[in-house]
T-cell receptor
Framework: GAVVSQHPSRVICKSGTSVKIECRSLDFQATTMFWYRQFPKQSLMLMATSNEGSKATYEQGVEKDKFLINHASLTLSTLTVTSAHPEDSSFYICSARGGGLGTEAFFGQGTRLTVV | GEDVEQSLFLSVREGDSSVINCTYT??????LYWYKQEPGAGLQLLTYIFSNMDMKQDQRLTVLLNKKDKHLSLRIADTQTGDSAIYFC????????????FGQGTELSVKP
């Protein structure tokens, strides 16, 4: 299957700083990327959908100014957690879907964010 | 709104069959999925089924879909210790496999 790479896999940051997480499709062009958040022992919750070259669509309850999403190219989407707080600590996972790949979205390996 | 429910834990012995169950609420979902997540890792798509199918088999995996009851199950034959993981069922919000609503995940423990 197609490969989606997330970076970094783990990050620890101080409260008040911003953290950027990258999601790259390595061998296909991702017209749409999705960002999910997973709390420990819980399910994944969709945060937002980003289409290349346009603004992201955020799910209800997700602060767009807190979680900045940029999908500047067909192979890269970034999620920036701004002014991070300990409650933002979580596992963030992206998925990407490209034209010609049918209905499957391919997931990255996730990023474990810890805010101290 | 849409909701997907799963039981949280399942324990089986190596060699037995595992059956993981899932119920969903959105009858308009065209695709239903099963994902596997190993500790600290992302999600691996195991299989998916179209809503107009009742069953799909792929090697050791069998998916059964009861649309009337909105019930989906994943059967793993000859379960191995390497199958120990969390299994998520998901339905697609956009019928294109991208925007997914996940169940809580079922933690499968396989004992030797």
């Amino acid at each position: 299957g197609a490969v989606v790479s997330q970076h970094p896999s783990r990050v620890i940051c101080k409260s008040g700083t911003s953290v950027k997480i990258e999601c790259r499709s390595l061998d296909f062009q991702a017209t749409t990327m999705f960002w999910y958040r997973q709390f420990p022992k819980q399910s994944l919750m969709l945060m937002a959908t980003s289409n290349e070259g346009s603004k992201a669509t955020y799910e209800q309850g997700v602060e767009k100014d807190k979680f900045l999403i940029n999908h500047a190219s067909l192979t890269l989407s970034t999620l920036t957690v701004t002014s991070a707080h300990p409650e933002d600590s979580s596992f963030y996972i992206c998925s990407a879907r490209g034209g010609g790949l049918g209905t499957e979205a391919f997931f990255g390996q996730g990023t474990r964010l810890t805010v101290v | 709104g849409e909701d997907v429910e799963q039981s949280l834990f399942l324990s089986v012995r190596e060699g037995d069959s595992s059956v993981i169950n899932c119920t969903y609420t959105d009858s308009s979902s065209t695709y239903l999925y099963w994902y596997k997540q190993e500790p600290g890792a992302g999600l691996q798509l195991l299989t998916y089924i179209f809503s107009n199918m009742d069953m799909k088999q792929d090697q050791r995996l069998t998916v059964l879909l009861n649309k009337k009851d909105k019930h989906l199950s994943l059967r793993i034959a000859d379960t191995q210790t390497g199958d120990s993981a969390i299994y998520f069922c998901a339905e697609s919000m956009d019928n294109q496999g991208g925007k997914l609503i996940f169940g809580q995940g079922t933690e499968l423990s396989v004992k030797p």
